[in-house]
């Protein structure tokens, strides 16, 4: 079956820009994460929806960055005014969304802030 | 709060020979514990979990890992390496015991050599 789809797979864009990156989880699938990958790091957690509500947010960095999941299926992780520290791996993973079920991760948004 | 160390950011074996990756965490609670694999240009996919119960948890592929609460240690380990092993392998904790909202280790990368 389909997993985890993230588009676009890469994003290059200018200093100042507002990005959107999307994410189509697994079908079924009520959690939905975001991460973010520097280089050289681990995944960060950015934010979790149970639904279309934003359960944690605590992750995100600061207001330049919003998430949204209007229909409680596909999200998209939003960044104004980018600058060049935002350049990272954006991954999504979504899960049943029961406590003891693991995380499904998709292949990632390769974002470049030039 | 959680945190993770992985020991070694790059660990090369032969062929045949055992894998161990390490990995130590902290956690002021009682920790659930996963190991995720990446191969490349692939998403992140769940190798292994401890979340209660046995302490040697026994993944896909031939891995294993062991809970040890007095060594705060949760190792990877498999006897016998082979050349589609190599990946980067990320060491995780959970935060309040949910098994989406991890704290991820830098990421160790396995080399594996004829």
């Known amino acids: 079956g389909a997993g985890v789809s993230q588009t676009p797979s890469n994003k290059v864009t200018e200093k100042g820009k507002y990005v959107e990156l999307r994410c189509d989880p697994i079908?079924?699938?009520?959690?939905l994460y975001w991460y973010r990958q520097s280089l050289g790091q681990g995944p960060e957690f950015l934010i979790y929806f149970q639904g279309t509500g934003a359960a944690d947010d605590s992750g995100l960095p600061n207001d330049r960055f919003f998430a949204v999941r209007p229909e409680g299926s596909v999200s998209t992780l939003k960044i104004q005014r980018t600058e060049r520290g935002d350049s990272a791996v954006y991954l999504c993973?979504?899960?049943?969304?029961?406590?003891?079920?693991?995380?499904?991760f998709g292949n990632g948004t390769r974002l470049t802030v030039t | 709060a959680q945190s993770v160390t992985q020991l070694g950011s790059h660990v090369s074996v032969s062929e045949g020979a055992l894998v161990l990756l390490r990995c130590n965490y902290s956690s002021s609670v009682p920790p659930y514990l996963f190991w995720y694999v990446q191969y490349p240009n692939q998403g992140l996919q769940l190798l292994l979990k401890?979340?209660?119960?046995?302490?040697l948890v026994k993944g896909i592929n031939g891995f294993e890992a062991e809970f040890k609460k007095s060594e705060t240690s949760f190792h990877l380990t498999k006897p016998s390496a082979h050349m589609s092993d190599a990946a980067e392998y990320f060491c995780?904790?959970?935060?309040?015991?949910?098994?989406?909202?991890?704290?991820f280790g830098k990421g160790t990368k396995l080399s594996v050599k004829p």
């Open positions: 079908s079924g699938h009520t959690a």
């Open positions: 993973a979504s899960s049943v969304g029961t406590s003891n079920s693991p995380l499904h």
């Open positions: 995780a904790v959970s935060l309040g015991g949910s098994q989406g909202n991890l704290i």
């Open positions: 401890y979340t209660t119960g046995a302490t």
